[in-house]
DNA sequence: GTGGTCTAGACCACT
DNA sequence: GTGGTCTAGACCACT
């Protein structure tokens, strides 16, 4: 799986991290039980901290989207993934509520925004490359 | 109009007051031209710094959401708001992108997710107050 | 003479009306010895404050931009106008230099930004209206 | 690259280090991808505080001149420059226009206000230091 | 070590 | 009284 940073946007390196393999999990691009680079070599691949890695893949286990074992290494979760906690819904609404606020804001109807949702939904499981659409 | 922060939260209070003012603006129960209180004023009523508020209100500012007169004091926009600008479409995506992305992952349905953005958005519309639904 | 304010401008009202005021000299619309309306009318027909007024025409006595009688009020500068002192070269440098590099540095060469400097310069003394070209 | 700021001057200090940085780049002295000193290095070096040096390097930031990499540092614009907009077109002839206008009242020619600014741009652009001419 | 955020407190320009 | 600027000092997230 291919992994794009933006060292210079003012999201931290390991959120974008995990975004990204949250993403690859929710195309299908990364199958459950599927194995992860190690953090030293993925860190390698893409030329930045350990730490950083290793900060991502620690939240992503701590998150259920990944497992971390001693010998095996890093597998997407095989098990059940997360599911839809109440916590979950109201930390989803929270970051959904001042987009959609802005969204109003700058004259989109409702229409309009369901659309651009519908279109990324799609484009996500659809399983494209990120620049597609 | 009562501003809610949460001083917790990892999100930066002059964030939490843009979000608040930008979904204030969006449900209309703030109205173009209607002033907004002074920085001090704010400040002091929400017990936080006074350059905290100033950032808030320099960041509307800039994006466009707010004037500000320099001994007036500061007032909704009373002009054409923000817009929809490509920069902002992209920005908006960028958002929503990793939120949606995990609501796949913990098995929200298209039908789902675009429920939830549409009880939100009517949520904020009808002019609710923020804890309502 | 038409006076156009900026309120939302991050410019000074005051440094604002002497610049209209300036120009109206450079452009011959307002000639020496001309009167102009006094502090109180002027300030009740643009709806600004009295001592805003009174700032600019101050400033613009103190720079020998105009004469302020006690009788007789406000008029343009009848004789000479304050000329090139070493003072004003210094002052009126400072003030290009910025303007300059930040040309440069946008990718404007010498041709470009003379022309700019040139058609402004015809802008003003063919005393057109401010938003004519 | 030297900075010379006068703590005299009614501009304010975060302008002044912002019109230093903007010339060092349209002199060729600070090169794209070049690194700049932190803020907290540059703040004990010029003697002022670490904020003020921080609100000038956000706003070249935002402006698109240098950019700020979280832990890495702050660098020259290794990309593009702003380059230009209308808007800045907007700007910048709303800063000459005053300049020129009072350089007409003080008897100067066009001839000689475009070999004014003909020296500041040589100036510049040749690379001397500031005090040189 | 780096920038980001926040506080407390001060003085100033503008109106 | 208003926002703008500056200082001093602190803690935090990120790498």
């Known amino acids: 799986m291919i992994i ?3 060292l210079q946007s003012d ?3 390991y959120t974008q991290l995990m975004n990204q393999i949250i993403e690859g999990i929710a195309s299908g ?3 459950p039980g599927e194995p992860l680079p190690s953090v030293r070599s993925l860190a390698a691949d893409i030329g930045i901290n350990l730490h950083t890695v290793n900060k991502a893949y620690t939240l ?3 998150e259920g989207f990944i497992q971390i074992h001693r010998q095996k290494g890093v597998v997407v979760q095989p098990d ?3 599911g839809m906690t109440s916590d979950y819904a109201h930390r989803r ?3 959904l509520r001042p987009i959609i606020a802005e969204a109003i804001c700058r004259g989109m109807n409702e229409q309009q ?3 651009v949702v519908h279109d990324l939904y799609s484009h996500i499981t659809t399983n494209e ?5």
Chains 1, 2, 3, 4 share one sequence.
């Open 93 to 95: 609404d929270a970051q």
């Open 60 to 62: 992503l286990k701590q």
């Open 29 to 31: 691009r990364l199958q």
């Open 11 to 13: 999201t931290p390196i």
């Open 4 to 6: 794009e940073l933006d």
């Open 129 to 133: 490359r990120k620049d597609a659409p």
């Open 113 to 115: 925004l369901l659309a």
């Open 80 to 82: 059940a993934l997360p």
